[in-house]
């Protein structure tokens, strides 16, 4: 760990940023594969299962936001109590994390048998679509634990700097849903033909699988932190530095489930297609973001040991490099989704109704993409610093203040059209707004140039 601290605080930041950020980075990209893949094997069934797997995407997504906001609230907790060499405190904030996780994964094992139903007449009437998709989201949701624990544990290993730990954990979950994938939905290889319900078992088998190879690899080197049961007891303060990010970070990653179910509601009166083009754009957003979001990862335990250590001048270079490396993601996902979005549209199956409208949607809002290198990374930045106020304020103009209220103007007036545009106006308007916050955050706590 002694090591671990000495590189944190003196190696030169981009080598450093980059050492931390590609093997996030590739793991997040081939989580983004992943999830393109299944929602491509799905497409071949028809544009019904496609629809029906889409709608279940914020409950989806609900999962992820729990399991990444109390990761990232462990990951600055453990980080910062490490560079003020508070080990005791590492050890207690880790397991308060654990002990959350299985609360989480009780939690939705009941969201999974009460609400799932109700959700799914929220937006359809069809039986087919309905009968789909409720047989996909009873088992992601009600068998997610093992993406709760695993991604709890990948946040431990990321405040220790071990990045490539959580690599392997991502791509051995990923591999093995995409090649489940095929074999389980159409009964390859003896295997019986089970449809949607193939792509949900695929999933949590390959969630399972990363969950156990994460036990395994924290148990052989946890990277200095130790995990005690013995005489556990919540403590208030712990719980409260978790959650004063945790939630504000699972409601900024929840934002896109709450944003495409809203949107679905709006759009799905005027075109049942344009909720399928909006499901497999939040599925391909996820191929640029993802990527962009391992930058952050690596990003953050630099920004919350720094500061703990009082580095603040090396704070700031992390910052800076980070929105450079971030912006040139963003610039690649904007010449894919400009450029090429007939031949991306073409790996889903898309009839002619579906991609003529999907062009123009992916045109329009991968504009957007530069703009939010801003928002992005300055939200990671203020989680780094316990300021998830301000991370959380950033998220909702980004994915809802803005974007919900315009849409439902814009609709009348443009049509579809002028929901798409709602996207870039949200991210342009919320990357101004995150420059102000951070510029007064930095003043306020004394982080100098």
Not at 47 to 75: H, I, K, M, R, W
Not at 98 to 118: D, N
Not at 244 to 252: D, L
Not at 298 to 304: F, K, Q
Request: aromatic share 8%; proline share 4%.
């Amino acid at each position: 760990m002694n090591k671990t601290k000495n590189v944190m605080g003196t190696k030169p930041v981009f080598p450093l940023l980059m050492s931390m950020a590609i093997p996030p980075m590739v793991s997040m990209l081939i989580q983004s594969m992943y999830n393109i893949v299944d929602s491509i094997f799905v497409a071949q069934l028809g544009e019904d299962a496609l629809t029906a797997v889409s709608l279940a995407f914020p409950l989806q997504n609900l999962v992820l936001s729990v399991a990444v906001g109390l990761g990232v609230g462990l990951n600055a907790g453990i980080a910062r109590n490490m560079g003020a060499g508070k080990q005791d405190m590492v050890d207690r904030t880790a397991t308060h994390g654990i002990v959350f996780t299985a609360i989480h994964s009780l939690m939705f094992i009941l969201i999974g048998i009460f609400c799932i139903k109700p959700f799914f007449r929220l937006f359809t009437d069809d039986p087919d679509i309905f009968k789909w998709g409720c047989q996909y989201t009873y088992i992601v949701i009600c068998l997610s634990f093992g993406s709760l624990f695993q991604i709890a544990i990948e946040k431990m290993f990321q405040a220790t700097g071990k990045m490539i730990m959580p690599m392997i954990m991502q791509a051995v979950g990923a591999i093995i849903n995409i090649i489940l994938d095929p074999i389980l939905i159409f009964g390859l290889f003896g295997f019986p033909e089970m449809r949607v319900q193939g792509a949900a078992v695929a999933t949590v088998i390959g969630q399972i699988s990363a969950c156990t190879l994460a036990i395994i690899l924290f148990c052989k080197d946890s990277g200095g932190i130790h995990i005690k049961f013995k005489g556990f007891r919540f403590d208030k303060q712990i719980t409260k530095q978790l959650y004063m990010v945790a939630i504000p970070s699972g409601i900024m990653t929840s934002m896109p489930s709450i944003l495409i179910g809203i949107l679905n509601g709006i759009i799905s009166a005027v075109s049942g297609t344009a909720v399928a083009v909006l499901g497999i754009y939040f599925k391909l957003q996820t191929f640029v973001y993802m990527p962009a979001n391992g930058v952050i990862q690596g990003m953050r335990p630099l920004i919350s040991y720094n500061y703990g250590a009082g580095l603040h001048h090396r704070l700031r270079q992390v910052i800076k490099v980070s929105v450079m490396v971030s912006g040139a993601i963003m610039i690649f996902g904007t010449v894919l989704f400009v450029g090429i979005p007939e031949q991306i549209l073409k790996m889903f199956n898309a009839n002619e109704e579906m991609m003529k409208m999907g062009v123009e949607t992916l045109r329009i809002i991968g504009l957007g993409f530069i703009v939010s290198t801003i928002g992005t990374v300055y939200s990671g930045v203020f989680e780094s610093l316990g300021r998830g106020i301000e991370s959380l304020m950033i998220s909702l103009l980004r994915q809802l203040i803005i974007i919900v209220p315009l849409s439902i103007v814009l609709l009348k007036v443009m049509g579809l059209t002028g929901v798409w545009i709602t996207f870039p106006i949200a991210e342009t308007v919320s990357a101004v707004v995150a420059v102000f916050l951070l510029r007064r955050t930095m003043k306020k706590m004394s982080i100098g140039k």
